[in-house]
């Protein structure tokens, strides 16, 4: 049976961009008899907050996108985190680093999909862990290393068709930070693991991040789902919709009175507010 999930992080309120991907989710688990889950990405430290989440429940009821048994909580899943990190730790995979984001910029001779490639400062650390205080310091995965150990990789988006892993793009990824055992990477490829979501449906802008993922699942011995990245909400200057940059969070059109049906209606036939597009083709970066 298919499984999908929407993954919403409670640090700041949800938009039409995030509206479209709960929408396209949700249709496609109730188009193929599957089931639409919802996960709460609540671990960013003092940037979650619980008043947001109340807002997305609201939020999601309101745009008649109901979903299946309790939403889940990334923040009461860190020892599971925890735990794979210690075994990605005993596999010899994972190093401290301190180096500050300046210093990575300083040093980087590349970009990645997220900015300046990690140059690999640290990675000397490999084996060496008990020799370094690894308080306050974040862990690294020595991706090639750990590509040497899983061969090479491939995986499949339903829009983009067969990938082969390139998950080197990043450099050596953090997947454990210093204030949390874990981190984007680990949390979500643990959580749809666990959560047997069969399709990982999500933005454009995360294909790159599904390459570190697929590496993550062959590491940990975890199953391969299918993904389908859709095509983003843009803003008229082309960059993508950000309640930052003004357009109206769900909460307030809900609270004026709009029809939260009727715009997931509008979204589903690609009927956007003025200025509103989506981007076209599919992304097959990198
Ligand atoms: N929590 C992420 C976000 O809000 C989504 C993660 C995912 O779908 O894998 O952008």
Redesign the pocket.
């Known amino acids: 049976m298919i499984r999908t999930r929407f993954?919403?992080?409670p640090n700041g309120p949800l938009h039409l961009g995030?509206a479209y991907a709960a929408v396209v989710a949700h249709d496609i688990a109730r188009a193929r008899g599957g089931e639409f889950l919802l996960r709460i990405?609540d671990i960013d430290g003092e940037r979650s907050r619980p008043e947001f989440t109340e807002e997305f429940f609201r939020d999601l009821e309101w745009l008649g996108l109901g979903w299946d048994g309790e939403a889940g909580f990334q923040s009461r899943r860190l020892a599971t985190y925890a735990e794979a990190g210690e075994r990605l730790k005993a596999m010899g995979l994972l190093y401290p680093c301190r180096c500050t984001r300046a210093e990575i910029a300083a040093a980087a001779t590349a970009m990645g999909p997220d900015g300046p490639v990690y140059p690999g400062t640290c990675r000397h650390r490999l084996g060496t862990s008990e020799s370094v205080d690894p308080e306050g310091a974040a862990w690294r995965l020595d991706v090639t290393r750990a590509l040497d150990l899983t061969g090479a990789l491939t995986w499949t988006d339903e829009l983009a068709g067969p990938q082969t892993a390139t998950p080197e793009v990043f450099g050596d990824v953090v997947l454990l930070r210093k204030d949390l055992p874990a981190s984007?990477h680990l949390a979500?490829t643990l959580d749809d693991a666990a959560d047997g979501i069969t399709l990982?449906t999500?933005?454009m802008d995360?294909f790159p991040?599904s390459h570190v993922h697929r590496l993550l699942q062959a590491l940990l011995g975890l199953p391969m789902p299918v993904w389908h990245h859709h095509p983003l909400l843009l803003e008229p200057d082309g960059r993508k919709l950000a309640k930052r940059r003004g357009s109206p969070s769900l909460g307030d059109r809900r609270r004026a009175g709009e029809d939260g049906k009727a715009i997931a209606e509008a979204l589903r036939r690609h009927r956007f507010p003025a200025g509103i597009s989506l981007s076209s083709g599919v992304d097959h970066s990198p």
């Open positions: 993954a919403p992080s995030h990405e984007y979500a990982v999500r933005g995360l991040a």
